[in-house]
């Protein structure tokens, strides 16, 4: 059987000069766990268009690209980005540029009891047998070329762990800054994400850029245990010359929620990637999610749900506006397990085009292997209705702004589908001053 075509992985096979520099290299099992990634980031490469799972993702330029990795964190101030480019959320920061923790940046408040949080450089030294339990369980349980690369190079990033019954007062907020000076770089964040039984949190992720070729190649893994509820919202921002693949999993134990959505606006070529195990009687899982793009913009939206047991549900609506030359990809599948009886699972997809040039390619699955069940799945194409346009601008609304209102109107029924209403307003600024800049060109 022929080999599946690749491309090499970004300076794979520089690993054993840069181990020494990374956090934690004299950790036996932490050493291993890296090593054995960038054995397979050699072996495998980044996939091609002829791997089913990237078809329609072409990574030529990322693998064309000559990155360095990051050395250290760039002199940056988070107020040197627009305003737009960031959640405005009030709660526990935690600022890394070029993949590297600024305590300088970041925001660390009294956390309630039970409550750990911490940048993974710092966790690494203060408690690395506790690490060696959950880092990469989820990321290594399948072959993920880009969860691999992440492994083998992940040097900083988040901790959260709660304890049972523990309950975080405010949002946790990550922010991620590319700054770039001579050169491409490449950075690796990680995040760890572990609640207790019945423990509660939020976490927003924000990703931003002051411009430059950069690529953030980021991992999350989230366990959450009977009970536990996580409510996690993010932001993709990048630089438009940027690269960001993002991989999430989550595992969801009995009567467990995942509350997911992510916005994406930024960079050149994105991919995030979310796969969640509802492993437990009574889990549930709404997996939300818009995505905005003009120009050339790649932006790629996967996701998978993975119904293990019996008696759990899943919601999913994804939603994508694109102008111009613009290539927005959705891929979700919804697997159902033989024992996984009286499932109940919807996912919807929709896409709205501004430009006869705009693509979008939709690839919406169920998989099902149990016969008690409810599910349903489906995908629209389309453009502004021209009567919907018509009755705005009868009633004194310029068209400009006719357009803008129906593609916000658009939009906000994807962040109507978030559990935390309080949590909509940061990413309807975004959604905002997206049209606002789309108005100007215009």
């Known amino acids: 059987m022929a080999a599946v075509p690749s491309f090499p992985a970004p300076f794979a096979d520089r690993h054993a000069d840069l181990a020494p520099s990374l956090s934690g290299a004299g950790i036996g099992w932490l050493a291993a766990l890296r090593a054995d990634s960038a054995a397979r980031c050699r072996q495998n490469g980044l996939p091609t268009t002829k791997t089913e799972a990237w078809r329609f993702t072409n990574l030529k330029d990322l693998a064309a690209a000559d990155f360095a990795p990051a050395q250290g964190a760039a002199p940056v101030a988070l107020d040197s980005l627009p305003r737009s480019g960031l959640l405005a959320v009030n709660g526990h920061v935690l600022a890394f540029v070029n993949g590297r923790f600024r305590a300088d940046l970041s925001t660390l408040e009294a956390l309630p009891a039970g409550v750990t949080l911490l940048p993974l450089s710092e966790a690494i030294r203060e408690d690395e047998q506790s690490l060696s339990v959950h880092l990469g369980r989820l990321a290594e349980e399948e072959e993920n070329p880009f969860a691999d690369l992440n492994t083998a190079f992940l040097d900083d990033g988040l901790v959260l762990r709660l304890e049972p019954g523990a309950v975080l007062d405010r949002p946790v907020h990550l922010v991620s800054v590319g700054a770039v000076a001579d050169r491409p770089l490449a950075f690796f964040p990680r995040l760890l994400v572990v609640l207790g039984k019945g423990a509660k949190a939020t976490l927003f992720e924000s990703h931003a850029g002051l411009g430059g070729t950069y690529f953030s190649n980021s991992v999350m893994e989230a366990m959450l245990g009977e009970g536990a509820h996580l409510e996690h919202y993010k932001l993709q921002n990048e630089s438009h010359e940027a690269f960001h693949i993002a991989n999430t999993r989550v595992s969801v134990a009995a009567g467990g929620f995942y509350d997911g959505f992510v916005l994406q606006t930024g960079s050149r070529l994105a991919r995030n990637e979310v796969q969640v195990t509802l492993n437990g009687e009574n889990a549930r899982c709404h997996l939300n999610g818009a995505y905005l793009g003009a120009g050339r913009q790649h932006l790629d939206s996967t ?52 430009s006869r040039e705009a693509e979008v390619n939709a690839k919406p699955e169920l998989e099902i292997y149990a016969d008690d069940v409810k599910c349903s799945h489906g995908a629209t194409v389309g453009e502004l209705a021209e009567e919907q346009l018509f009755y ?21 029924e994807t962040l109507d589908e978030m559990g935390n209403a309080e949590a909509r307003l940061p990413f309807q600024r975004v959604v905002g001053a997206w049209l606002k800049a789309r108005k100007e060109r215009s």
């Open 392 to 412: 705005l601008q009868a009633r004194g609304i310029d068209r400009a702004a006719a357009r803008a209102l129906l593609i916000e109107a658009y939009v906000q």
């Open 303 to 354: 996701t998978f749900i993975d119904h293990a047991v019996p008696d759990c549900a899943s919601r999913e609506v994804y939603k994508g506006v694109l102008d111009e030359r613009a290539h927005g990809v959705f891929q979700g599948k919804i697997l159902v397990r033989r024992d996984a009886q009286r499932t109940d699972g919807h996912q919807l997809n929709r896409a709205l085009l501004l």
